[in-house]
């Protein structure tokens, strides 16, 4: 019989899961999910990664200038050992944007398994925005597309922004079983108060699995304005309730992270204040979802630390990553479908610099494992994600 000290078995237990063993938790009787970490294929940044009913995985990631470059999609059957030839999403090249790590694509997947993609497009972008009447110039666009009817091919991008201005940080996208598909962004309209505080979450949707959508309606309309340089995340649960998180800019220091909720495909939307960080600054920051075994979670960063909440529970409070932290960003979520939660963030990560990938995982209840790790390399302007596969969870850097 061997002895080991708590720090040795802690080594040993990260050492079997980066090997792919699933590791026992004596404390609980759980056989914990191995969690395997790799870069991104083909060199790509930015990747958003989600796992369908199917166990296929859909990674969409971004590539070149990152004023002006590519998104990419691709998929695995093989738990992301290998993936499929990577289809272009944006038609004219160039036209997607990865500065500020907030302005990337987001993925969705829909009805009968079509993708979704939208994004802030680039300033090489055929059609802009509506012009800022401040400025008088034209603005970015919030842009769409989808896979054709074939799954073949994405289709020419469209400019989903008709009467709003203004777009900055990330827009956002969602998708539901029933056909139904959501783009949302952050602007102002003409004769809004200036700067931030004239701005607010703006919400197209389509019934039509994409082929059109609706004008952009507002979904906020309580004056906390948004925070003009970051991101959002938007998610259509397995019951077609729709949320949205967005960080405010009340009174340009009132940065806090609010959820939206709506359970009438956007008609009309509840919204609660989730944290509370004062700053006058612009925190670039970005938030995500995760759902399984029947809970929905949602994560985001307070002032360089990160936290995650059951939002399906009403009794639940944030919970934040391990340790003391000034420098964590770009929280992402995996549930798998045992309950078990990964954890997963970037930490020392700034503008124009990289830095490392964090994680942590969770058991069912939402305490803490022995099972985490650290991995240096994620690339400037790029961030994690994670997906469960049928060997574990993965995460891509």
């Not at 830095?355 to 209840?365: A, F």
Request: glycine share 12%; with cysteine.
């Amino acid at each position: 019989m061997f002895t080991f000290s708590i720090r040795r078995t802690a080594v040993l237990l990260l050492s079997l899961s980066s090997l792919g063993l699933a590791v026992a938790d004596s404390s609980r009787g759980l056989a914990r999910l191995p969690v395997s970490v790799r870069r991104v294929p083909n060199g790509g940044i930015q990747p958003q990664l989600l796992t369908d009913r199917a166990g296929t995985l859909h990674l969409l990631y971004y590539a070149g200038d990152p004023a002006h470059g590519d998104l990419y999609y691709v998929k695995s059957s093989d738990a992301g050992h290998t993936w499929t030839s990577p289809l272009r999403v944006n038609s004219s090249p160039g036209t997607a944007i990865a500065l500020g790590t907030i302005r990337g694509g987001q993925i969705a997947i829909g009805r009968r398994g079509r993708v979704h993609v939208a994004w802030n497009g680039s300033s090489q972008s055929e059609s802009l925005g509506r012009k800022n009447p401040e400025p008088g110039q034209a603005g970015a666009p919030m842009l769409y597309s989808r896979l054709n009817d074939t799954h073949t091919a994405f289709e020419p991008e469209r400019n989903l922004m008709t009467g709003t201005f203004g777009l900055d940080g990330g827009g956002t996208i969602a998708a539901d079983a029933g056909g139904y598909v959501y783009v949302a962004w952050h602007a102002r309209v003409p004769g809004a108060t200036a700067g931030e505080s004239g701005r607010r979450v703006w919400i197209a949707t389509s019934s039509d699995d994409g082929k059109t959508f609706t004008g952009e309606r507002p979904a906020t309309h309580e004056p906390t304005g948004v925070c003009g340089c970051c991101g959002m995340t938007m998610y259509s649960d397995s019951h077609a309730i729709l949320r949205v998180l967005y960080r405010s800019a009340t009174e340009g220091v009132h940065r806090d992270i609010y959820l939206l909720t709506s359970r009438d495909r956007a008609r009309t939307f509840a919204d609660r204040k989730l944290d509370i960080w004062n700053i006058n600054a612009c925190p670039m920051s970005s938030m995500a979802f995760a759902e399984g075994a029947g809970k929905v979670e949602g994560s985001w960063e307070t002032a360089g630390q990160v936290y995650f909440e059951r939002l399906t529970d009403t009794n639940a409070s944030p919970i934040s990553a391990p340790g003391p932290s000034k420098s964590r960003k770009h929280p992402r979520l995996s549930v798998a479908s045992n309950g078990e939660t990964l954890f997963v963030w970037t930490d020392g990560a700034g503008w124009n610099r990289g830095g490392s990938v964090g994680w942590q995982l969770y058991d069912p209840t939402e305490k803490l494992t022995a099972e985490k790790g650290t991995v240096a390399g994620v690339p400037a302007w790029s961030f994690a994600a994670g997906a469960e596969t049928a060997q574990g969870f993965l995460i891509l850097y």
